[in-house]
């Protein structure tokens, strides 16, 4: 038993390693932006590393005790250290070089998905809303099921034949397995689509597939996890009702507290004026979204599911009665924790893949679950695109079919899953195969991403703002808070989207966003009657002279009204709407103006991608339909 | 024994309930802002707050558990987990809201360190070095003897009249004590300064000293503990000299960790574009800074110590590297992690008091404490300024005086000392003292600052650029590169400085800072012909460019040359030297004109202060000298 202090000098070793390992994943990116390199992404370089360090420090540190240490004394360790530790280390020296699991999910992945839910370019996102749905709940749930299934044929095959005696993986490993590997991963893909400034709705539906299917992977292992400590290897009809009850109450409950977390912060925003003070309101912001996380946790909820919502509502509220300051501040925060994170957790992946020593590969158990991978994407996007083909008036073509089923990347979230169990033989073949399809996934289709765009024949280079300049269509909202259509009808757009959405999106702008942020129309002229005092209580008093025009999502859209690869330049600007909010454009556009201005003295075309975004797209409003188009040259 | 998932469950638990004591802090502060209250700070009110969740948990959560535990069972619950765990709480549940002591020192107090010495500001720091420096190294000694002569009388006495049988404190845990609340914190009482605007060479005579003296009681508190493990109870001059060479060693090798790895990274961004992408540049950063504090930890060094001089070296060397984003990015990052950290630091210490189950009070030693405190501030201050009164120009006059004997708060730094150890009854008995002395400081004496600047009629309302203002007396270096004396002579106020740092500052002007950053004058014209091949290598192209005044530390005086409460403001602006620097100021101008017309469309007076302070006093150069001084009306 070493003693405290040789224990924390041991500690600050080993996190001195990962730290070393970051900066030279960082100075590696920097060369590889440098020289445009594309084959390999950031993360599949940290896991690169990470595989080096790896081999390094098992073959640097004691191999014989390694030896001593037996993989089938694992159950004995585990139930010996009663809290069932995770992760156990070929000896005691690597056993050092390891974090508890619940690091990923309760450190870790937090500001990642925070961070995914914070930047999601809205305008896309809501105008694909249906679709994105579709693919995450049917699509992760199909996903999952296909996997399971023929994984199943391949381990019933191999007890048939008797490959394996000693092995024993039932109908449910294999469904849990499948929900593991269903949370597809946006990262790589997505840098990658942004450094092109591929096609926005292509983006779009990927980000937001992989985004939400995150949150469906975590509840439905949570669900099977409950299902399996029922404990009977029959099918158990109350287990799977209770475990069905759990899904959706988990679901909902990590919903509601995301939610109520995100109302709450944008209210305390709107009505104090903590804003004078950005330290305190970036403080406020980050405790706030840091404790729905640990609310839900607490609770019995998924913190990382209520995380997520909690910042898409947090940027589709709170964010815009931030300060200007503080706008820049929560962002610039959680792209550098999201950056770091990512990064750690991928070098850790491939420090994990040699010194790990519990390791379980079933060679036909990896091929299997390739073919299932593969098999389950197709089942996946190319049945959902075409039901959903069937209802969207811009059909989703096969390039863009086959670029998703291309890039059903597995990432930081199945990571995060698979490591989290592995006491038992099963788990741990869940966790090697698991880290075998995410190498893979991040190496083949993450390098192989530019090179398929092309090959795809998709549009590169497009000016995501060119093609959503679509908002003349939307009701418009005049200075009194009447509404009022605009000149050209809607109608016929409308008629595409769900009434869902549509109610949703009214309610949304005619009584929500009144009621977090400061923007109108006044809730006096929008609430009925009887509630005029708490209509007044409420109201900002720069709803009365704002336009909805100027608002963050004045092009809301709910229909999936932007084709792919058609140009959506903007016939008619909505010239009327802009001369309204004069005055309050001419402020946005000076801010505009200074950041474009400390852009160009900086020179980096790129550095600004992350940070400035999401701040310039929200402060564009209608502004974007006069940029015109340019992506037509590119288009095939 | 708790299952993971209820372990878990109560985790997040108890963290929640420290997110919302930070909320219901950062509110209240709101408030105390909002309404300009000035009796109690920040860090009182987070002591209150968390004295109130202390005693709310204390009595809430079993008492009955509470009361079977005794503290006479310390010991031994202390040898049964081997390696000491610091806290010993009341009852199960309440030892469930605790934490690692350990995660103060290596989590919370990194960032508050390295923010203190990133944030320090270098021309009032280094106009006062030799007196900083006085106070720092020779004060601390001076005062943990002191505070150790005068609670070992009281101990004595004690045990003379066989107060309390059982009781066993040696010298050298009076040493120890001495040591720990020697260390003073800077938070409090410089908070109120900066709101004031009190008289610069006072702030950064206390900031200076605070800062440096944590360091010094830090190193003093490890050689101590040394040597009380060598283990004899009579003196034991092989141990004393064992543990004055590990002072020496641990505070040049802690120097010399943080220095190396600054002008690594120093280096790194000079030679490097990494400035192209903030995300990459300011992760680089912060992984560098630290690693210094991982590396020293891993060799045995103190890890604080590291990154406080890290940080110093930070703001003066790889600051001036950084883009403009990033030096907003890494300024606004440390700001936020030091206000978190410090708050709940504070938060905490409240907390503590109620649920740490083995206080050891002792009413006469409590009184001796406070007795020594008084004592041991008023032997460092009085006695050491009349000595560099017999040095200094500039004298520091007795109301200075008195206002730096009253501002001795303790705070994070003991508190974080005094908690390392707490298995034995001594040590539970320094902590409680510790605990005790940082209520009383904060609150009386941090409450008390207002009052007391008022009652020694001490300055506020000072321009602190216009105190500053004597840039014409610098050495002047044309655009050759060549060394040319200004007009007006300086030979008589060099006269002041001690032939060290005069050497110091040439050395850094001509060598180091050329070597480290872009600034000017080029190697080629400073380094001896025989480096000509390795003076062009390293020499920035913008050096040949540059001058020395459009530097930051243009004005980095090495005398004690501006007098308390005498108007500095210049006569003669130095018309030729900005001239020479026409273009570059353009562009210097310009961004402050951005970040002016920002700040003032924020309505945000405050609000810059923390986070654009520290940018402007870099940015500013020369221009200082032609800031008007407004600080003559409230001189007395």
Redesign the interface.
Same mark, same amino acid.
């Given at each position: 038993?070493p003693?405290?202090e040789e224990?924390?000098?041991t500690d600050?070793?080993n @996190?001195?390693l990962f730290?070393?390992l @970051?900066?030279l994943t960082?100075?590696t990116?920097?060369i590889f932006?440098?020289k445009r390199v594309r084959f390999i992404h950031e993360t599949g370089l940290a896991i690169v590393y990470g595989l080096i360090i790896g081999i390094i420090l098992k073959y640097t540190s004691h191999p014989e005790a390694a030896n001593t240490l037996n993989v089938n004394s694992t159950n004995a360790t585990c139930q010996q250290e !009663?809290?069932?530790p995770g992760l156990q280390f070929s000896n005691p020296e690597l056993r050092q070089v390891t974090f508890n699991p619940?690091l990923f999910f309760?450190i870790l992945l937090p500001p990642i998905i925070f961070h995914a839910g914070y930047s999601l370019k809205k305008r896309h996102f809501f105008r694909n809303i249906g679709s994105i749905l579709t693919f995450a709940f049917v699509g992760t749930l199909v996903s999952a099921i296909v996997i399971a299934a023929i994984c199943y044929g391949f381990v019933s095959a191999m007890m048939l034949y008797n490959v394996d005696p000693s092995f024993n993986f039932g109908f449910v490993d294999c469904l849990l397995f499948g929900a593991i590997v269903s949370a597809t991963d946006p990262v790589t893909v997505l840098a990658v689509f942004k450094e092109l400034k591929v096609d926005v709705n292509l983006d779009a539906l990927l980000f937001g597939e992989s985004v939400l299917n995150d949150a469906v992977a975590i509840i439905l292992v949570k669900a099977i996890q409950t299902y399996q400590k029922a404990g009977s290897s029959e099918f158990d009809s109350a287990a799977f009702f209770s475990s069905l009850g759990e899904f959706i109450g988990v679901f909902l409950g990590s919903f509601a507290i995301g939610g109520t977390t995100a109302i709450i912060t944008a209210l305390i925003f709107k009505f104090?004026?903590?804003?004078?003070?950005?330290?305190?309101e970036?403080?406020?912001f980050?405790?706030?979204s840091? !404790?729905c996380f640990?609310?839900a946790?607490?609770?019995?909820f998924t913190?990382i599911v209520a995380v997520l919502f909690c910042g898409v509502l947090q940027a589709h509220y709170t964010y815009n009665n931030l300060?200007? $300051?503080s706008k820049i501040?929560t962002k610039?925060?959680f $792209?550098?924790l999201n950056?770091?994170a990512e990064n750690f957790i991928f070098s850790y992946m491939g420090v994990s893949m040699f010194t790990f020593s519990h390791h379980h590969f079933n060679a036909i158990f990896i091929v299997g679950a390739f073919i299932a991978l593969f098999v389950s994407r197709a089942c996946n996007i190319y049945p959902l695109s075409f039901l959903l083909n069937l209802g969207r008036k811009h059909k989703i073509p096969f390039n863009i079919q086959h670029m998703m089923m291309f890039a059903g990347l597995r990432g930081a979230v199945a990571f995060a899953l698979a490591i989290r169990e592995t006491c038992y033989e099963e788990q741990q073949m869940i966790f090697t195969t698991t880290l075998l399809i995410v190498f893979v996934t991040v190496w083949v289709l993450g390098g192989g991403t530019t090179q398929m765009l092309t090959w795809l024949k998709i549009k590169v280079d497009v000016d995501p703002d060119a093609a959503t300049a679509v908002g003349e269509n939307l009701p418009h909202v005049n200075n009194n808070g009447n509404m009022s259509e605009p000149e050209t009808p809607p109608v016929r757009k409308y008629a595409d989207s769900a009434w869902m959405f549509k109610f949703w999106y009214k309610f949304d702008q005619y009584y929500l966003k009144p009621i977090l942020t400061h923007s109108g129309p006044p809730l006096t002229n929008t609430m009925p009657r009887c509630c005029l005092p708490l209509a007044k209580c409420l109201t900002s008093p720069q709803a009365y002279a704002e336009n909805l025009d100027d608002d963050s999502d004045a092009d809301f859209i709910l229909n999936d009204d932007v084709s792919f690869g058609e140009n959506q330049s903007t016939q008619n600007p909505p010239e009327n709407s802009r001369i309204a909010t004069e005055g309050i454009h001419t402020?946005t556009n $000076?801010?505009e103006l200074?950041k474009d201005?400390?852009t160009q003295?900086?020179?980096?075309p790129? !550095?600004q991608e992350? !940070?400035s975004e999401g701040f310039s797209s929200s402060y564009n409003g209608i502004g974007l339909s006069v940029v015109p188009s340019s992506g037509d040259d590119n288009q095939v």
């Open positions: 038993m003693t405290a224990q924390h000098k600050s070793t @996190l001195l730290v070393a @970051l900066l960082i100075f990116i920097w932006k440098h !009663s809290t069932c619940e309760n104090t004026k903590l804003g004078q003070h950005p330290v305190l970036t403080s406020v980050f405790l706030m840091w !404790s640990l609310l946790e607490a609770v019995g913190g300060s200007a $300051e501040r610039q925060l $792209e550098l950056f770091l402020v $000076e801010n200074k201005a400390d003295q900086n020179n980096t790129l !550095s992350g !940070s």
